[in-house]
Every structure is written in structure tokens, then in C-alpha cells.
């Protein structure tokens, strides 16, 4: 880890790990609380990393210019820069789009969004304020670690201002399928999934979240990826992966033998022999409070003989105490709890042990590990950190961990009681089981999740994502070698001296962008003047080297002095002559292939069929994703089969899947063409696995170009069809 430890880390989130506050006695600051500042703190410390700032919001909204430089040089002091915003705009930013549009859709509660367009502007504007704070801090080499759905636009506003600095972003709560992000206004979504794109790391707790947010990305951007690597808008590689994060499981084993702890245990001796179930989660819909307590009071119906031997010890933390869904909520609660109380207690005996406030670090790690059961059922939670504490603080002590499945922890955590936090009865069923828990497996299933918090902790979550940005870094360094830049000046001038040239180009994804319909994928006026302009230079041969029909090439480029390959090397027209065979070819096997493609075809909507004289080609760009790639396997497996005796070969490409012909390609025309004019200068460009064939044959002094940052047999590599345009613009003229 040398290499980014001298490196500095602006960490950025929405609120500092502090909170400052105004008082008679003036502006004090306080910890703050909170997964995310706990994870990166913990995190921080434990590795001893001094070389960092954190930016983020002050936690209250000072208006004075002298309340604000004060807290400013408080901050500064603590390794910490506030972005200051006016109480108008924060409300609009993390009560509305935050608090009441992006967190209850991302925790899949779609009657709680609100979709207010005032938000939105006002979230947008947010994210470009604290853009504007990093900048002014940042310097060449910073690591910018972007943090959680408060702050999803931040990292291509950062791009897009030209920042020299390798950025991640990490997502803290789940992200939706498809089906839930789409119910976004379209500019929304495209826009969060946009701005998370700006990142060169993009990460998740567990791999439903990151397949979720790959799904999304290729259903509304149209990007697809490789093994979790896609070419972003800004033509840089990103990557996308998985990071559980942990905790520091060392630290939780010293508390729990801790004095003040032990002394904080001696205070839940009250309880006498009752068995204590824990519960601690903070105020808010997506824990199932309710339904837990349900649960609850369904396990005491049903097990009479529990009652004065358990209590349940629930702990809600207050939090958003502004928001109507919160107070509701609170008051269901309230009333639920009293309604337990009333109907199951006696004089000697209280079902459940209510507290809505803040609790004591040390009385936490007392009741961690004091209770006998921990109940942790939220209704959908991006980890759950609490899981893994409680595990952490059974220090050669049993206990018992009742999971929601709805929660990424439950991923790792799988010795746990598992339940569906939807359904009461299950949580009854859970309580029972665990009642009936022999104490060596209690101790059993402790030890086997002890021994996976242990080897991923918040250590180990932290330095994987970093290591996972610097390996990143050097892929990125890779390609941007690859990348035409400084050798164009050669190129150009290598053109202008050579003798005799020959261009190559493709035309989808180089001559015009790939589009969702190939048949709207016409060639522009400026397209067709180049290709007009570079055919009259002297001993220019210019190729349009297509896996378009012949038909098709001609309407469009029939009237310039160049020459045509259609079908991917089947048929070439020479300039001033007509179509002709590289080499002679069948076509009865497509009377064989068609049915099959049709059925799969009719099976998979949005995919059809192009047929084209020795070649037939099935396409799903239109398809959704998921369903398209079992289809694709199956047909592929199937045809392979297939035509397993006959000459005929199967590529798969950009969303196709095309037969054709064998010993036909790119490559085999692009050596006719070599070995007709004998060129002294060569450029070929491509952007397909078709054209690889053509890279790989040609000379290795010629100019091979993939279009797309995709490891490839070309010397170079150009961002998109945009800059090959480009590139034929400055050798027209």
C-alpha cells in the first residue's frame, strides 16, 4: 500500500464526521454518529493515515460571514473543510431530493417519493457547491473518495471540470433494480447514473447492488460492460465492483472486555435471569420497527411460558424528526410498544424495555454483549454495521443473530437466523428457534462469522477499494499509451509523405455512432465530402470495409471513387468496377440457420433478424439485457452445434450474433487490397471483433486504430467515432 499512502485523500460526504454547533457559549463541534463517518474514521485510524481532508456540510446552517470563518478555523484544525449552505437549500437538498425522493426509492418505499422538479434543481446545485469547495483545495495526485446518494453528480461535475485526480464513489444504501430506478423522470436518472459515472470507481456492499446499477447503465445509457469495466461519456475506463464494508473487529473484542464496560454490564443485572433480545436501529420506516415488534408480540402469544423469562430491550435512535413519515412513525411505534406493555406485563415483569434516544458507547457494547439475542430486521438496508457489531462483542460468549435477508450483510453473515422482515410470523419462528438453540452451535455459528468479519474488516474494505483505484490508475495509464494523441502528428505526417496510401475504415462505430437502429445509422453530408476529399488525393485508395450489405454501401457511397467490402470481407467492389467474391461462397446453410434464428427471435422480444446474402445476423440491442444474455448463450451453444460439419463460422459482436461464411473477414480483404496497391502508408480503423482479424494481419509499421478503449491487436486506440472523423478531417485537408 506505499504507493497511494503518500498520496493525499480528500474524502468528501455529505456531512463532516463532526457537527458544529452555536450556543451562549459560542461554536463548539461534537463527533458525529453515523455508519459512514464511524466506517471511515475506524478505517483512518486503524491504518494511522494522517495525510487527508474530509469536506462536507458543518451540521448546522451558520449565515454569519464570523460564524463561518470560526467554524472554518475550527474545522481546519481537525483535518476538515465545511461547505456552508443557507437553511432554504439544505432543506430542499437533504430533505427533499435526498431524504424524500432518492432514499425512499433506493430502499424500494416508491409511495414515499416525491417528485418535486424545485428539488432536483436544488440538489443539482448542491453537488456543484461542493465541486466548487474540492477545487479549490485539490492539487495534482489527490485521491478524491466520494461518498453515499447525497452526492451522486459530484464525480462528473469533477471530470468535467479537468481535475488531476483519480476519483471513487461508494454507494452506502442499496441501489434499485430497474424496474424501481425507472421510475425516475428520465433527466434524473440518467443524470445520477451519469454523475456515479464521473467516478473511476464506482462501489457497492454486495453484487446485487452493483448487477442492479450495470443494468440500469446499459437500459438507459446504453453502456455496456465487461467483467464490471465500461468506457464511460468521458471516454476514460471505469470499473465497478463489490466492497462489503466492515468494522474494526479488534477494536469491538478490546471494548467488550473493557472495565467500563464490564461495569456497564453489571447495571443490566436487573434484568435478573431474563433472557435480553436486543434491538437498536435508528428512527426510520426502512428498519421494520413495527414489524419486529409484531413479531415480538405474536412470539409471546404463541409461548406463554417466555413471558417473564425474556425482554426485549429496544433502543430507537431519533433522526429526521422534521419529517412527517418519521413522526408518524414514531408515534406507531409509541403505541405499539404500549400496547405489548399493557397486554402482556405485570407488576414484576415489562415485556419491553423502551428508549428513544442516544444511548452511551459503553452501555451499547454492554448490551451487545450481555443480550442472548440480537434482532436486527430492517426492511431493506444497504449493510447493517450493527450485525457485525454484535457478532464482534461475543467474546467467548454465546449469542444468537436474528438476520434480515432484506440487508447486505446478510450476504456474509449466513450463520445467522435469516428471516423475512415483511412477515411477523417468521420473526416469531426465528425467536422460537433460537430459544431452542443448543449452546454449542450458538457458539459454533459465532465463531464462523467472527472468522469472516475478522479476515474483511474495515481495514481490509479500505485498502481494497484504494488498491482497486491505483490498479485501476495503471490500466487507464495502459490505454491513454494506446491512445492516438502524440502520434498523430506522425501519422499525418507519414500520410503526407507516403506515395501510395490505403485507408481502411469501418463504417458503424467509425464513420457514424452505433445507434439503437441500424438503419437510422445514415452517413453525414460531412462524412461522405471527407471520404470524396481524401479518394481525389494522388494514390489515395480509399475501403469502406463493412459488415453492411452491398446494396446499402452503394446507395450511400456508389457515387464516390473509393472501393467497398460488404458482409465483413464477402463481397468487394473494386472502384470502377462491380461486386465480386474474395473467394467463392455458399448460401444454402441459411435456409438451415433461419428457422432457428426466427424462433429464438420470436422468443426474445426486441431482437430480429438481418439477412444478407452470405450472412445472417440476429440482433437484440433492443432486448432488455438480462433476458437477452440466457438467449444469447443458449442460441450461440445451439448454433455451434449446429453447424459444427459446416463452413460456416459464429461471431458475436456489439449486441449481434452473426453467421457467416468461413475464411471470410476483414482481414482476408484488407491483405487483397495490401497486395493490390503495394502502399507505403497504411491506416486502418475499426471499432469490432470483426476488425481484429484486418489489426492483426496488416503490417505492424501500419496505423491501426480500435475506436473504444478495449484491449485490442491495433497499435492505437481513439475515444469514439466522433475523433476517427476527426482524424479524416485533418488528413483531407
Known amino acids: 500500500m506505499a504507493k497511494e499512502r503518500s498520496r493525499r485523500y480528500i474524502i468528501v460526504s455529505n456531512r463532516l464526521p463532526l457537527s458544529f ?67 432554504a437549500t439544505y432543506n430542499g437538498f437533504y430533505n427533499g431530493f435526498c431524504n424524500s425522493t432518492v432514499y425512499p426509492l433506493f430502499h424500494y418505499f416508491t409511495n414515499y417519493v416525491k417528485y418535486d422538479n424545485g428539488n432536483w434543481e436544488t440538489y443539482k446545485k448542491v453537488n456543484e457547491i461542493f465541486r466548487d469547495a474540492i477545487l479549490k483545495i485539490a492539487k495534482p495526485g489527490d485521491m478524491v473518495w466520494i461518498h453515499d446518494y447525497h452526492l451522486m453528480l459530484l464525480p462528473a461535475l469533477l471530470r468535467a471540470s479537468g481535475i488531476d485526480a483519480d476519483i471513487g464513489f461508494f454507494l452506502h444504501i442499496p441501489f434499485p433494480s430497474y424496474e424501481i ?13 451519469n454523475g456515479m459515472l464521473g467516478a473511476d470507481l464506482i462501489g457497492f456492499h454486495t453484487y446485487d447492488y452493483m448487477q442492479d446499477f450495470l443494468t440500469c447503465v446499459s437500459r438507459l445509457l446504453g453502456y455496456e460492460s465487461n467483467i464490471g469495466y465500461l468506457e464511460g461519456q468521458d471516454g476514460r475506463i471505469k470499473r465497478v465492483d463489490t466492497f462489503p464494508m466492515g468494522i474494526d473487529f479488534g477494536k469491538f473484542q478490546k471494548l467488550a ?45 404463541q409461548n406463554p411460558d417466555k413471558r417473564g423469562n425474556v425482554v426485549l430491550v429496544l ?3 431519533p433522526s429526521r424528526g422534521d419529517i412527517k413519515e418519521y413522526q408518524r412513525m414514531k408515534v406507531a411505534i409509541d403505541e405499539k410498544v404500549g400496547s405489548i406493555n399493557g397486554r402482556f406485563g405485570t407488576i414484576d415483569w415489562t415485556p419491553i424495555t423502551y428508549q428513544y434516544r442516544f444511548i452511551d458507547a459503553n452501555m451499547l457494547i454492554a448490551l451487545y454483549a450481555s443480550a442472548s439475542i440480537a434482532l436486527i430486521t430492517p426492511l431493506r438496508d444497504g449493510m447493517n454495521l450493527v450485525a457485525k457489531e454484535y457478532v464482534a462483542c461475543k467474546v467467548d460468549s454465546p449469542g444468537i443473530l436474528i438476520l434480515s435477508d432484506m440487508t447486505g450483510a446478510a450476504k456474509e453473515l449466513g450463520d445467522a437466523i435469516i428471516v423475512n422482515p415483511y412477515h411477523p410470523q417468521d420473526i416469531c419462528a426465528a425467536l422460537e428457534k433460537a430459544f431452542t438453540m443448543p449452546v454449542e452451535e450458538q457458539m459454533h455459528r459465532v465463531g464462523l462469522m467472527q472468522d469472516r468479519i475478522r479476515s474483511y474488516d474495515i481495514v481490509r474494505w479500505g485498502n481494497d477499494f484504494i488498491k ?39 463504417y458503424d462505430g467509425v464513420l457514424t455512432p452505433l445507434v439503437e437502429d441500424p438503419k437510422k445509422a445514415v452517413p453525414t453530408k460531412h462524412v461522405v465530402d471527407l471520404l470524396r476529399m481524401l479518394s481525389k488525393r494522388e494514390n489515395t485508395e480509399v475501403v469502406v470495409i463493412s459488415g453492411r450489405g452491398k446494396d446499402m454501401l452503394d446507395k450511400w457511397f456508389g457515387d464516390l471513387d ?59 440491442r433492443k432486448a432488455e439485457s438480462e433476458f437477452a444474455s440466457l438467449r444469447i448463450k443458449e442460441l450461440f451453444d445451439n448454433l455451434s452445434k449446429f453447424t459444427s460439419n459446416a463452413d460456416v463460422q459464429i461471431y458475436k459482436g456489439n449486441k449481434i450474433i452473426e453467421i457467416k461464411n468461413a475464411g471470410s473477414g476483414k482481414g482476408l480483404a484488407a491483405t487483397y ?36 478503449m478495449v484491449q485490442s491487436y491495433a497499435r492505437y486506440n481513439l475515444h469514439d467515432s466522433a475523433d476517427a472523423v476527426r482524424l479524416l478531417g485533418k488528413m483531407a485537408q
Open 21 to 87: 454547533i452555536k450556543d451562549n457559549e459560542g461554536i463548539k463541534s461534537r463527533e458525529g454518529a453515523g455508519g459512514l463517518v464511524s466506517g471511515m474514521k475506524s478505517y483512518l485510524n486503524a491504518i494511522g493515515y494522517e495525510n487527508y481532508v474530509w469536506i462536507g456540510w458543518p451540521g448546522s446552517t451558520f449565515e454569519s460571514e464570523e460564524d463561518r470563518k470560526e467554524v472554518t478555523s475550527q474545522a481546519e484544525k481537525l483535518k476538515s473543510v465545511p461547505v456552508f449552505l443557507d437553511e
Open 181 to 193: 430506478f425507472r421510475l425516475l423522470p428520465g433527466e434524473w436518472g440518467k443524470g445520477l447514473l
Open 257 to 301: 472486555r473493557n472495565p467500563d464496560v464490564i461495569a456497564e454490564k453489571k447495571k443490566l443485572s436487573a434484568f435478573g435471569s431474563q433472557k435480553i433480545i436486543f434491538s437498536i436501529d435508528r428512527l426510520d420506516y426502512t428498519k421494520g420497527i413495527l414489524n419486529r415488534l409484531e413479531g415480538y408480540r405474536i412470539f409471546l402469544e
Open 315 to 317: 433502543v430507537v435512535v
Open 468 to 506: 482497486e483505484l491505483e490498479d485501476l490508475k495503471d490500466m487507464q495509464d495502459v490505454f491513454n499509451a494506446k491512445l492516438l494523441g502524440k502520434n498523430e502528428g506522425p501519422l499525418l505526417s507519414d500520410y503526407k509523405k507516403a506515395k501510395k496510401s490505403l485507408i481502411l475504415l469501418d
Open 562 to 620: 473509393i472501393s467497398l467490402v460488404a458482409e465483413h470481407g464477402a463481397l468487394v467492389k473494386d472502384r470502377g468496377s462491380g461486386w465480386r467474391f474474395l473467394r467463392p461462397l455458399t448460401s444454402g446453410w441459411k435456409e438451415v440457420i433461419m428457422p432457428m434464428l426466427k424462433d429464438y427471435a420470436d422468443r426474445l422480444p426486441g431482437s430480429h433478424i438481418e439477412e444478407k446474402e452470405f450472412s445472417l445476423v440476429w440482433h437484440y
Open 673 to 708: 487490397f495490401v497486395n493490390k496497391i503495394s502502399p507505403d502508408f497504411i491506416l486502418a480503423m475499426g471499432d469490432d471483433y470483426t476488425d481484429e482479424d484486418m489489426f492483426r494481419l496488416l503490417p505492424k509499421e501500419a496505423y491501426t486504430i480500435r475506436i473504444g
